[in-house]
């Protein structure tokens, strides 16, 4: 006798996201996700928030350890780099909508206190969570996604796309049915890895005055 399979086997949010939801609705229905093998063992379901008008959206990989945590999308480290880059750049933080890629955060533990260590999500966990982020899309309509990394980018744009091939340049492309304007960029994290931080920084903010005069 054929044993049934778990909803995640299936390695797809699709029949967890409401049609005809609004986004508190699909905040919602995401904390009950189990369209991957990610729920089990990451506190919560963090959902995308922010400005649900916003002109920008921002795209990052998956929620960190704070984010996990809290609830809340890029409310940890790397979310100050990248509040502080917006900003620089000329893109006010509280007007964007910000989001991840992957809902759930994958890790590893390593060290003495068996530290909660960041781990990519793989293509297959990318794309079950792919229903969610194209829900965002279409409640938002942004007009311009800001792209946050590889992993970010290969979930919207396929597994080909490399962030320093087409890092600070103007995209065109259709993404989940509609047709988007995107600027990649790598994620704030990577500044904070890098050896010269500075540098990173500036090749950060410099890729978001590109988005900047996008929108004007």
Same mark, same amino acid.
Request: glycine share 10%; net charge positive.
């Given at each position: 006798?054929?044993?049934?399979?778990?909803?995640?086997?299936?390695?797809?949010?699709?029949?967890?996201? #409401?049609?005809?939801?609004?986004?508190?609705?699909?905040?919602?229905?995401?904390?009950?996700?189990? @369209?991957? #093998?990610?729920?089990?063992?990451?506190?919560?379901?963090?959902?995308?928030?922010?400005?649900?008008?916003?002109?920008?959206?921002?795209?990052?990989?998956?929620?960190?350890?704070?984010?996990?945590?809290?609830?809340?999308?890029?409310?940890?480290?790397?979310? !100050?780099?990248?509040?502080?880059?917006?900003?620089?750049? @000329?893109?006010?933080?509280? &007007?964007?909508?910000?989001?991840?890629?992957? !809902?759930?955060? !994958?890790?590893?533990?390593?060290?003495?206190? !068996?530290?909660?260590?960041?781990?990519?999500?793989?293509?297959?966990?990318?794309?079950?969570? &792919?229903?969610?982020?194209?829900?965002e899309l279409r409640l938002v309509e942004p007009e311009l996604i800001v792209v946050? @990394?590889?992993?970010?980018g290969k979930a919207l744009l396929g597994s080909s796309f490399r962030v320093t091939e087409v890092r600070g340049t103007v995209l065109e492309e259709e993404i989940? &049915?509609?047709?988007?304007?995107?600027?990649?960029?790598?994620? #704030?994290?990577?500044?904070?890895?890098?050896?010269?931080?500075?540098?990173?920084?500036? @090749?950060?903010?410099?890729?978001?005055?590109?988005?900047?005069?996008?929108?004007?």
């Amino acid at each position: 006798m054929a044993t049934a399979k778990a909803p995640e086997d299936a390695y797809t949010a699709a029949p967890f996201v #409401p049609e005809h939801a609004d986004l508190a609705a699909l905040r919602e229905a995401a904390a009950g996700c189990r @369209g991957c #093998p990610l729920h089990r063992d990451a506190t919560q379901t963090v959902f995308g928030a922010g400005d649900t008008g916003a002109r920008v959206m921002l795209v990052g990989e998956q929620p960190g350890d704070q984010e996990d945590r809290r609830g809340r999308p890029f409310v940890g480290p790397a979310g !100050k780099v990248l509040d502080r880059a917006l900003a620089e750049a @000329g893109i006010e933080p509280g &007007g964007t909508y910000v989001t991840n890629a992957v !809902k759930h955060f !994958k890790f590893t533990r390593s060290g003495p206190g !068996k530290r909660r260590i960041h781990k990519a999500p793989s293509l297959r966990e990318t794309a079950a969570c &792919g229903p969610w982020l194209a829900a965002e899309l279409r409640l938002v309509e942004p007009e311009l996604i800001v792209v946050l @990394g590889a992993t970010a980018g290969k979930a919207l744009l396929g597994s080909s796309f490399r962030v320093t091939e087409v890092r600070g340049t103007v995209l065109e492309e259709e993404i989940h &049915g509609r047709r988007e304007r995107l600027v990649p960029t790598v994620h #704030p994290s990577s500044v904070l890895r890098a050896d010269d931080r500075e540098a990173a920084y500036r @090749g950060l903010v410099s890729d978001l005055r590109v988005a900047a005069r996008a929108l004007m």
